[in-house]
Structures are given as structure tokens and as C-alpha cells.
């Protein structure tokens, strides 16, 4: 129960600052209800707990191989401007049936988009180094067999609780914004896009 308690902690904290993905979940509740945002904050949470059972067990070579850090940094990097532009210039209507008409497509879409968001984030990796080795030194997780799972499930409640409490007090707002309030700060959003894009740009001519 406390290693669970740890995971649960562990999973908000990560989840606090508002990333890539996060932006990526409150455009979607903005855009076509908490439906769609949730599914956002769904993926992802699944996705820090993977990670967090993968790098618990040391599996994070991959992050640490420099072509394999610039191709990912490429592929965030044109995600984002993508994300950035199409919501700065593309005006689409705000509906629930974002995921009520072609259910199952709409839904693979978001999943794979949130996939492909994470998994080409670089500085995630270097977040759940940070998180294990801190695990390890201080021993909060004794590494024994199914502790680590525990671990990991605490992660992905810890992530999806908050993730749910957000998205529902602002789809909750969302009704009671004006449409052009709605639609500047889904532009918002665009424009949040972009800066991380540019941020990521940097880095990478800095490292590169």
C-alpha cells in the first residue's frame, strides 16, 4: 500500500507542470469536450506508468544514444509546429460528437498522436532517470519481485486523478466561455505549441 502511495505521488508530480501533452489535453477538452481531453490524459497516464516500470528496470539505452536523441527531437519538433499551425489557422467547430461519429478512428487518432507526442519527448526520459535514481539511492521501493508493479499502477492513478479533476473543472468552464473566448484560448494553445517547438529547437542546435 505505501509503495502504491508512492506511485500515486510520484504520477502527480509528473503530471503537475503543464507539458506538451497536458497542453495537448486541455486543447481537446477546449476543442470537443472532456471526452476527447480525457482520452488525451488516458494514453499519457499509461504511458508514465510504462515508463516508470521500463526505467525502474533500467531499460532507457535507447534515450541515451545520440542519433536516436536528434531523430526524436525531429519528430517532436514537427508535431508540435503541426499542432501549433493547425490550431492558430484552422477554425473547426467545437462539438461533442468529436468522438461519438467514427468512435474508433477518432480514438486510435488521439492515441497514437499522444504516443508519438511522448515517446519522441526526450526530456521525459531524463524526467523518470531522475525519478529512479532517486528511488534507488534513498531505497523508497525496495526492489523486490511485483514492487515495481505496484509502483508503476500508483504512477498511472496518481497521473489519471489529476488529469480528470483538470479536465473536468475546465470542461465544466468550458460551457460558460463565449465562443470567441473559447476559440482565442484554443489558439492559445497554437501559440503554446510553437513555443515549445522553438524551445526544442534551440536545444537541439545547442546539443547538436
Not at 144 to 152: H, I, V
Not at 185 to 197: D, P
Given at each position: ?17 503543464v ?49 536516436a ?19 492558430i ?12 461519429n ?59 486523478s ?40 534551440i ?6
Amino acid at each position: 500500500m505505501i509503495i502504491i502511495a508512492v506511485g500515486i505521488l510520484v504520477g502527480i508530480i509528473c503530471s503537475l507542470p503543464v507539458g506538451q501533452i497536458g497542453v495537448l489535453s486541455i486543447n481537446r477538452t477546449l476543442k470537443y469536450g472532456f471526452t476527447a481531453g480525457f482520452t488525451v490524459g488516458v494514453t499519457s497516464a499509461l504511458l508514465d506508468s510504462i515508463s516508470c516500470l521500463g526505467i525502474m528496470y533500467g531499460v532507457s539505452a535507447f534515450s541515451q544514444i545520440s542519433s536516436a536523441k536528434f531523430v526524436l527531437y525531429g519528430i517532436n519538433i514537427v508535431l508540435l509546429i503541426y499542432l501549433g499551425v493547425t490550431n492558430i489557422f484552422k477554425r473547426e467547430p467545437r462539438t461533442e460528437k468529436y468522438l461519438s461519429n467514427n468512435n474508433n478512428q477518432n480514438i486510435l487518432k488521439t492515441i497514437l498522436l499522444v504516443v508519438t507526442m511522448y515517446y519522441s519527448n526526450v526530456s521525459l526520459f531524463l524526467v523518470w532517470a531522475t525519478i529512479a535514481n532517486i528511488i534507488h539511492s534513498y531505497s523508497f521501493v525496495p526492489p523486490r519481485d511485483g514492487n515495481y508493479l505496484f509502483l508503476a499502477a500508483g504512477v498511472a492513478i496518481g497521473a489519471l486523478s489529476l488529469y480528470f479533476l483538470m479536465l473536468k473543472s475546465l470542461h465544466y468552464k468550458r460551457h460558460q466561455l463565449r465562443p470567441e473566448l473559447a476559440n482565442h484560448l484554443t489558439k492559445a494553445t497554437g501559440y503554446l505549441f510553437l513555443v515549445f517547438a522553438l524551445g526544442l529547437f534551440i536545444t537541439l542546435i545547442k546539443n547538436f
